[in-house]
């Protein structure tokens, strides 16, 4: 394996503390790198996470640089790509830096055999290292450097063999002052009758010889549904052997000379080695690196067949005069038309807390690792878990109003579902246990109403169940779904299979998530991605035979989540769904409260899903007299749920949130209480409660209360009022349900969200102090500047204890490893 291909994750820790201190400065540092690295979609960070990177500095060992490289580190960015991205910044310090620390990752690729041959023959001796630019090569006989011609390359030519040349040898590899030795290899001098003095390139029978390469792989450019053929070609004695590789990974169905693939698709872009072997030596060819471009029958002229009600065909052709059809069908492609969306949402709702049916774990894991890596991507996102009937219903109504002409449209659903004569349905929490399509939303029907928008691009990711609903009878008739090629189903299970979750310690993951994310970012056509995905899922032992990605597609365009948004001079609708998401991702603005005795409380909100908030409460100031006080939040309204053996806790985990985490930001000297409120979708009025100040004085044994009520208004989703019933049962399976009498004051959404842009504002100002980036803090709709765990603060307040930051993707130690063994298969659960 090449040694750049290699994550930043293998950098041994003095070596990224080393690069870090070079990045943390204004003008050539971290935020300059964060720049470069936004190249590439999975590599791009948000606004908060630029924050959360900033606010490293509160702390005398905290490093901004070293909090960018951890998540770069997340994403597996290579070591390659961070070297070019510092080339990019013209780092030349941390450019050499790096190159002499990988240095010591130099890994030997070929090693030097064993040979025995005749006199006069032709030996070659290989070894081959991966590792920097500029590695360099001694041999060595014995303790003697070999000073022939080839003494400083990776072959060692012995030629023609003699006495002198029998003995051990031992490459040196070097780059600068370290080098690191490979095996020792002994070449053998045999007698054979009839033998040459002569160097002859010919093989005799019975003889040995040194391998070449006479024929190399060479790169070329294919269109998919071509043929690709390579070809490598070696002379050797004993015959050669081959293995193809592509990626640096074995193709063993590929063992001849020729690598074959017809039907190539963008999967087999990249490039290709042949390793080259028989009983004494090996060698690798040159590498041939392949580029798959469109196919050429999508810019080809075509014929259209219309047969009539008498069956006679009428040809309507547009090929050129004179041109057979076929040559014109095999001509060069055109240049890879390049699309864009006019903008992206996305909608994901994870329902785990039934009432009348299993509970499931996996959803709020799942959830909040797509809205990451949606987020990487542009896609505004709002994420809900646990929603009902009328919750569901009216989130769905306010994502449709998000879409328009061109725009990106994503849905996700995890929870329970079934699947009745082609209709998939997903079912609320508040289901009742005999449930039918009239108590569940019928995804057809939601499906006919996006496309009325003339969307760019329809996503659906389903994980749920598909199996039968033997207590629904009703047949659905969804409208009409539109010829538009633009849309793309993901089930996570076939039909009539269920879907399982992974029940772990601490995070449960769902089995479609836990591959999707890996290759959810890639830049390629969702279909080709999403098969990626399934073949992934194919090889997974524990679920092979059970649980198996299906995937629909009618996409004709090579559309990717990771396309480019380009909208028009800020169009009226762009403006309005920017405000419209805005709304449903406002925090309160952090409060300082001042108690009587004269202690200041500080109030900070942070958000971990759209619909669900921490409250955290921390001392500011005490007088010195007060020798210990605690302020603990009290008397929520009944509407939201909050579970008061989990409120008022001196962590994030005792609070039942395992998805905000902290950075490594120094321990405050006055802890903070955290409080969690699920379900705000269901807040019906402002938000109030109680702070409670619980202190005592140094003279006194008697503790001593004070209490302050506190109203912060309808923060995040709670401002949709999603509780509220929207104009007919867009989603029901009963209705075909129309958007048209729907108004932009209806459900007061709209109303409210303009009434909010200055709360809104004072979000984003609240960032623009802490040192981003001007023209990034004013863009105040960026998609990738909500939707995750956040914190409003007060800017006076800086300096006062750590505030909660954006939190990072679950490490991949949780929700990576798939090494599970078919004994836990007891942990399964069906959606």
């Known amino acids: 394996m090449d040694v750049w291909k290699m994550s930043v994750a293998s950098l041994s820790e003095e070596v990224l503390k080393k690069l870090s201190k070079m990045l943390d400065n204004s003008s050539c540092g971290w935020r300059q790198l964060a720049s470069a690295a936004s190249e590439q979609p999975k590599f791009r960070c948000s606004e908060k996470e630029l924050t959360s990177c900033s606010l490293q500095v509160l702390s005398a060992a905290g490093s901004p640089g070293r909090t960018l490289l951890a998540r770069l580190a997340d994403r597996s960015c290579s070591l390659e790509f961070l070297l070019h991205c510092l080339k990019k910044m013209d780092h030349q310090e941390a450019v050499q830096f790096l190159t002499t620390s990988v240095v010591e990752l130099i890994q030997i690729t070929v090693q030097p055999q064993s040979q025995q041959a005749t006199a006069g023959s032709r030996v070659v001796l290989t070894c081959r290292a991966s590792g920097p630019p500029g590695l360099s090569y001694q041999w060595f006989r014995g303790d003697e450097e070999v000073l022939e011609k080839t003494g400083s390359s990776p072959e060692l030519v012995l030629c023609p063999l003699s006495q002198a040349h029998q003995g051990h040898f031992i490459c040196r590899i070097n780059h600068g002052d370290n080098c690191i030795f490979s095996q020792w290899a002994r070449v053998l ?20 010889s040194g391998l070449h390469i006479v024929h190399q792989p060479r790169s070329q450019a294919a269109s998919e549904g071509d043929t690709l053929v390579l070809e490598c070609h070696a002379e050797a004695n004993p015959p050669a052997q081959y293995e193809w590789f592509h990626n640096a990974v074995p193709m063993p169905q590929h063992k001849t000379r020729l690598l074959k693939i017809p039907c190539v698709t963008t999967e087999h872009r990249g490039e290709y080695r042949c390793k080259v072997f028989n009983l004494y030596h090996q060698a690798w060819s040159d590498t041939a690196t392949i580029a798959i471009g469109p196919s050429s029958i999508t810019d080809a002229s075509w014929v259209e067949v219309d047969r009539g009600l008498e069956s006679q065909e009428v040809h309507r052709s547009t090929y050129g005069a004179g041109i057979h059809p076929l040559r014109q069908m095999t001509s060069p492609p055109q240049s890879a038309k390049s699309f864009y969306a006019t903008d992206k949402v996305a909608l994901l709702i994870g329902n785990m807390n039934y009432v009348h049916h299993t509970q499931l774990c996996a959803p709020i894991s799942d959830v909040h690792e797509l809205t990451n890596l949606l987020r990487q991507m542009d896609f505004k996102v709002v994420s809900l878990l646990d929603l009902n009937w009328q919750e569901m219903h ?39 246990a005999s449930y039918t399509s009239e108590h569940c939303l019928c995804v057809q029907n939601i499906l006919t109403r996006m496309q009325e928008k003339e969307t760019g691009l329809n996503v659906f990711l389903l994980d749920m169940c598909r199996k039968r609903n033997f207590c629904d009878d009703v047949i659905v008739q969804p409208g009409l779904v539109k010829v538009t090629a633009n849309i793309v189903f993901g089930y996570a299970t076939c039909v009539d299979a269920e879907a399982y979750e992974v029940k772990r310690e601490d995070v449960s993951n769902g089995i ?61 609708s762009y403006k309005a769904r920017n405000l419209q998401w805005a709304v449903a991702h406002v925090l309160p603005k952090s409060h300082c409260l001042q108690f009587d005795c004269g202690v200041k409380v500080q109030l900070g909100f942070a958000a971990e899903f759209s619909n669900i908030m921490v409250i955290y409460t921390r001392i500011l100031e005490k007088p010195k007299e007060i020798v210990s006080c605690s302020a603990q939040l009290t008397d929520f309204p009944q509407g939201v749920d909050v579970d008061l053996k989990k409120s008022n806790q001196e962590t994030l985990l005792e609070a039942g949130s395992l998805l905000l985490i902290k950075e490594g930001l120094p321990s405050p000297e006055a802890p903070s209480l955290y409080t969690r409120i699920r379900s705000l979708q269901r807040l019906r009025t402002e938000l109030t409660f109680t702070v409670c100040l619980h202190y005592t004085y140094s003279n006194m044994d008697e503790e001593v209360q004070e209490r302050q009520p506190v109203t912060i208004g309808k923060p995040l989703v709670s401002k949709l009022n999603l509780h509220e019933p929207r104009s ?83 490490p991949h130690s949780q929700v990576n490893d798939l090494n599970y063994k078919f004994s836990d298969m007891c942990n399964f659960h069906s959606y």
Not at 411 to 418: D, N, R, S
Not at 539 to 553: D, H, N
């Open 394 to 432: 009216s989130a769905v109504t306010e994502f449709l109003l998000l879409l328009d002409k061109g725009v990106y449209g994503l849905l996700y659903f995890a929870g329970h579902g079934y699947e009745n004569y082609g209709n998939s349905f997903m079912v609320p929490i508040d289901a009742p």
């Open 189 to 208: 001098l045999v007698h054979s009758a009839g033998s040459s003095p002569s160097c002859s390139s010919s093989l005799s029978p019975g003889s040995v």
């Open 728 to 810: 007919d049962h867009v989603c029901s399976a009963s209705s075909s349900f129309s958007l048209d009498s729907f108004s932009v004051t209806e459900g007061s959404s709209f109303t409210e969200g303009f009434a909010s842009v200055d709360s809104a504002s004072n979000t984003w100002s609240h960032y623009a102090q802490t040192g981003t980036d001007s023209s990034s803090a004013n863009h105040q709709t960026s998609s990738r500047s909500a939707n995750v765990p956040e914190e409003t603060d007060c800017p006076e307040f800086f300096d006062s204890p750590e505030p909660l930051v954006a939190s990072k993707s679950l």
């Open 512 to 572: 479609f998530i836990s591959f999707l994310k890996r290759r959810v970012c890639e830049d390629e056509k969702v279909t080709v991605m999403l098969d990626r995905v399934a073949e992934d899922m194919g090889r997974f032992e524990i679920t092979r035979g059970r649980q198996a990605l299906e995937l629909r597609s009618n996409l004709s365009e090579r559309r990717s989540l990771t396309d480019q948004i380009q909208t028009a001079e800020c169009s009226a």
